[in-house]
């Protein structure tokens, strides 16, 4: 059954990628228990009838092989190529979302490629809040967040969390992010850690998340879990957020006369990080022009937006100078026979190359112009304006080159969560009790979970 769907699955990517690019997101997971490596690759791609698709294609055991770049380039190429039929030149027609890992970008180096940016925040949030420096400038900031990792290791361990009504989230080693969950899930039961301690005598566990830093800190990191929450998206177009929140959180973070000095440096320190860290690709720009509301570019300085503009023009003109070449094509071999009758081509003339680069063209009328169109178009999109494909579904008549470069451009997804949400499905389906489970049979159920 596997098998089976995964070929329709296939040839449906296949008549989408003759037309446009997608997207692809690739990541590497070891199992707890027989430490073997697996490499998934997930495929991101909005279909003719504009809806967006986000299909796990494998799970593949990788080689024992040192993961290299070179190692690794080669067994996408054998994945993609050898084993799921693909064309050889599939690589050159995708966008690749991944980490940063250098064996990763190393290993896609000779193509296109745009950095995760769920992983790009947690990078920015593992330095930001980094305790050992922390401890250096605002050490009652470093000591709260000790203090709230130790409480909650202590109530799991314990067991005392069961008689909490709500359950307290653990800060995961790698997972910045869950910062923000483990100090609202405290906040959400402190009145009842409090009276709970206090029973045992071990009221102290909690005096040292002081309840100023843990509300500001709250206040603060929300909007990071925000961004990462809806750039994790894999249901709806997410490219076109990434500039908006970079913005928004840049903003969230310039200082504000109202904080306290350790708040100031929480708030600057996580300012330099992300200066440092998240950066504004061609691509991002070109998404959020593609959003109706914002087709404008106001974010922007003139020049920036005459640049983006003319990025996209490059783009729907290749799409026009194709389909023009089709229709030659196929008009050629339609009149084969009268060509052939008409006699021998006539030679070409010494200086044609400078005639075809350099000959007067006639500028298109805004009329005719897809983008002066789109930017004269009332924005208006039905609830809070965020139904992109839809609203490009009901304008591709009108503005067939754009709707074609909304629909690659959509494809590509903003993180990478989708490979590592396949492997936490492999960590439930790899368990203690099914460790014998070939790989094989590991990437159908995955396939088919994904799939359902």
């Given at each position: 059954?596997?098998s089976?769907?995964?070929g329709?699955?296939?040839?449906?990517?296949k008549?989408v990628?003759?037309?446009?690019n997608i997207g692809?997101?690739?990541?590497?997971?070891?199992?707890?228990?027989?430490k073997?490596?697996?490499?998934?690759i997930?495929c991101?791609?909005?279909?003719?009838?504009?809806?967006?698709k986000?299909?796990?294609?494998t799970?593949?055991?990788?080689?024992?092989?040192a993961?290299?770049?070179?190692?690794?380039?080669?067994?996408l190429?054998?994945?993609l190529?050898?084993?799921?039929g693909?064309?050889a030149?599939v690589?050159?027609n995708?966008?690749?979302?991944?980490?940063q890992?250098?064996n990763?970008?190393?290993a896609?180096?000779?193509?296109?490629h745009?950095a995760?940016?769920?992983?790009?925040?947690?990078?920015?949030?593992r330095?930001?809040?980094?305790?050992?420096?922390l401890?250096e400038?605002?050490?009652?900031?470093?000591?709260?967040l000790l203090a709230?990792?130790?409480?909650v290791?202590?109530?799991?361990?314990?067991?005392?969390?069961?008689?909490l009504?709500?359950?307290?989230k653990q800060?995961?080693?790698?997972?910045?992010?869950?910062?923000?969950?483990?100090?609202?899930?405290?906040?959400?039961?402190?009145?009842?850690?409090?009276?709970?301690?206090?029973s045992?005598g071990?009221?102290a566990?909690?005096?040292?998340?002081?309840?100023?830093i843990?509300?500001?800190?709250?206040?603060?990191l929300?909007?990071?879990s925000?961004?990462?929450k809806?750039l994790?998206?894999?249901?709806?177009?997410?490219l076109?957020?990434?500039?908006?929140?970079?913005n928004?959180l840049?903003?969230h973070?310039?200082?504000?006369?109202?904080?306290?000095?350790?708040?100031a440096?929480?708030r600057?320190?996580?300012?330099?990080w992300?200066?440092?860290?998240?950066?504004?690709?061609?691509?991002?720009?070109?998404a959020?022009?593609?959003?109706p509301?914002?087709?404008?570019?106001?974010?922007?300085?003139?020049?920036?937006?005459?640049?983006?503009?003319?990025?996209?023009?490059?783009?729907i003109?290749?799409?026009?100078?194709?389909?023009d070449a089709r229709?030659?094509e196929?008009?050629?071999q339609?009149?084969?026979?009268?060509v052939?009758?008409?006699?021998?081509a006539?030679?070409?003339?010494?200086?044609?190359?400078?005639?075809?680069?350099?000959e007067n063209?006639?500028e298109?009328?805004?009329?005719?112009?897809?983008?002066q169109?789109?930017?004269?178009?009332?924005?208006?999109m039905?609830?809070?304006g965020?139904d992109?494909?839809?609203w490009?579904?009901?304008?591709?008549t009108?503005?067939?080159?754009?709707?074609?470069l909304?629909?690659?451009?959509?494809?590509v997804?903003?993180?990478s969560s989708?490979?590592?949400?396949?492997?936490s499905?492999?960590?439930?389906?790899i368990?203690?009790?099914?460790?014998?489970?070939?790989?094989?049979?590991?990437?159908?159920v995955l396939?088919?979970?994904?799939a359902?």
């Amino acid at each position: 059954m596997a098998s089976e769907r995964r070929g329709g699955t296939v040839e449906e990517i296949k008549e989408v990628m003759s037309l446009i690019n997608i997207g692809m997101t690739t990541d590497m997971w070891t199992d707890d228990f027989r430490k073997m490596s697996y490499m998934a690759i997930t495929c991101h791609y909005v279909t003719p009838t504009f809806e967006l698709k986000s299909k796990l294609l494998t799970t593949t055991c990788f080689p024992n092989h040192a993961k290299t770049g070179d190692n690794i380039r080669k067994e996408l190429q054998q994945q993609l190529v050898t084993v799921l039929g693909f064309d050889a030149s599939v690589m050159n027609n995708v966008v690749w979302v991944t980490d940063q890992g250098a064996n990763v970008l190393a290993a896609l180096r000779p193509y296109r490629h745009l950095a995760c940016q769920d992983h790009l925040y947690n990078t920015v949030l593992r330095h930001a809040l980094n305790t050992d420096e922390l401890a250096e400038v605002v050490p009652e900031v470093a000591e709260t967040l000790l203090a709230a990792k130790a409480l909650v290791r202590y109530l799991k361990q314990s067991g005392l969390v069961s008689q909490l009504s709500r359950t307290v989230k653990q800060m995961a080693e790698t997972r910045y992010s869950t910062v923000f969950l483990t100090l609202e899930s405290i906040k959400s039961v402190h009145a009842e850690l409090q009276e709970l301690l206090q029973s045992r005598g071990e009221s102290a566990r909690l005096r040292d998340v002081s309840p100023d830093i843990l509300a500001f800190l709250l206040e603060f990191l929300r909007p990071f879990s925000d961004a990462q929450k809806e750039l994790e998206g894999d249901k709806y177009p997410t490219l076109h957020l990434v500039v908006l929140w970079a913005n928004k959180l840049r903003s969230h973070c310039q200082p504000d006369v109202n904080d306290t000095p350790s708040q100031a440096i929480i708030r600057q320190r996580h300012l330099d990080w992300l200066m440092k860290k998240i950066e504004i690709q061609p691509l991002h720009k070109i998404a959020i022009f593609l959003w109706p509301k914002f087709s404008q570019l106001r974010m922007f300085i003139l020049a920036e937006r005459t640049d983006i503009q003319q990025q996209v023009r490059i783009q729907i003109n290749r799409f026009r100078e194709g389909e023009d070449a089709r229709w030659q094509e196929q008009s050629t071999q339609s009149g084969s026979g009268a060509v052939a009758a008409a006699g021998p081509a006539p030679k070409r003339r010494a200086l044609a190359e400078f005639e075809d680069a350099w000959e007067n063209v006639r500028e298109e009328n805004e009329d005719t112009d897809e983008i002066q169109l789109y930017l004269s178009l009332n924005p208006t999109m039905e609830g809070d304006g965020r139904d992109l494909l839809s609203w490009w579904k009901q304008h591709e008549t009108t503005l067939p080159l754009l709707a074609r470069l909304a629909r690659a451009v959509f494809s590509v997804p903003a993180s990478s969560s989708s490979s590592e949400r396949a492997f936490s499905a492999a960590g439930r389906v790899i368990e203690e009790r099914r460790t014998g489970l070939a790989p094989e049979t590991v990437d159908a159920v995955l396939f088919l979970h994904d799939a359902k």
